[in-house]
T-cell receptor, first 115, second 112 residues
Framework: SAVISQKPSRDICQRGTSLTIQCQVD?????MFWYRQQPGQSLTLIAT?????????ESGFVIDKFPISRPNLTFSTLTVSNMSPEDSSIYLC????????????FGPGTRLTVL | KQEVTQIPAALSVPEGENLVLNCSFT??????LQWFRQDPGKGLTSLLL?????REQTSGRLNASLDKSSGRSTLYIAASQPGDSATYLC???????????FGGGTRVLVKP
């Protein structure tokens, strides 16, 4: 199974600032995703991070607010821009289609609090 | 559009009792179904993946069943322990390795 790390693990930020979250995978993967989990809620997909091209965003999420980079097959970043308290969430990256059964694995998450 | 529902939203049982967690989905055209565990404030740990062609998958005290035609999966946890206390989520992708649609989760508390 893929081993995924995220930095930072948690942060407390002031409104109006931006935070970039890094996701590193220990092997090359085709599919990488970014999810958001608001307090007490389930996970919602933000976007699919595409290597070498622009990310594909889900309805309700836009590139200006959540720019994503995917410079290679093992690394991606998600930036949360111009933050407000409503952005306080756990942000998780995941990789898809691993192993014989196409299992998906998740990073440990980044816990963001916006004051 | 796929919708995934988990009932109940929360469950409290005494230690030793068996746990039964339910997951239902509206579109039966799924590639597989995964069950995850999430501890408070943490990421997701994959517990079991059941392929669309399978009816059952087992790992230790965990057993997951899948009935595609009725759009249901059930996760059984035998002889529950306090360490099983967590939120359990089910999720389905449209295609292999593709983005997941999650249920709302079932928060489980196992009392010593």
């Amino acid at each position: 199974s893929a081993v995924i790390s995220q930095k930072p693990s948690r942060d407390i930020c002031q409104r109006g600032t931006s935070l970039t979250i890094q996701c590193q995978v220990d092997s090359q993967v085709t599919m990488m995703f970014w999810y958001r989990q608001q307090p007490g809620q389930s996970l919602t997909l933000i976007a699919t991070a595409n290597q070498g091209s622009e990310a594909t965003y889900e309805s309700g999420f836009v590139i200006d607010k959540f720019p994503i980079s995917r410079p290679n097959l093992t690394f991606s970043t998600l930036t949360v821009s111009n933050m407000s308290p409503e952005d306080s969430s756990i942000y998780l990256c995941s990789v898809g289609g691993q192993g014989a059964y196409n299992e998906q694995f998740f990073g440990p998450g980044t816990r963001l609090t916006v004051l | 559009k796929q919708e995934v529902t988990q009932i109940p939203a929360a469950l409290s049982v005494p230690e030793g009792e068996n746990l039964v967690l339910n997951c239902s989905f509206t579109d039966s055209a799924i590639y597989n179904l995964q069950w995850f565990r999430q501890d408070p404030g943490k990421g997701l740990t994959s517990l079991l993946l059941i392929q669309s062609s399978q009816r059952e998958q087992t790992s230790g005290r965990l057993n997951a069943s899948l009935d595609k035609s009725s759009g249901r999966s059930t996760l059984y946890i035998a002889a529950s322990q306090p360490g099983d206390s967590a939120t359990y989520l089910c999720a389905v992708p449209k295609a292999a390795g593709n983005k997941l649609t999650f249920g709302g989760g079932t928060r489980v508390l196992v009392k010593p």
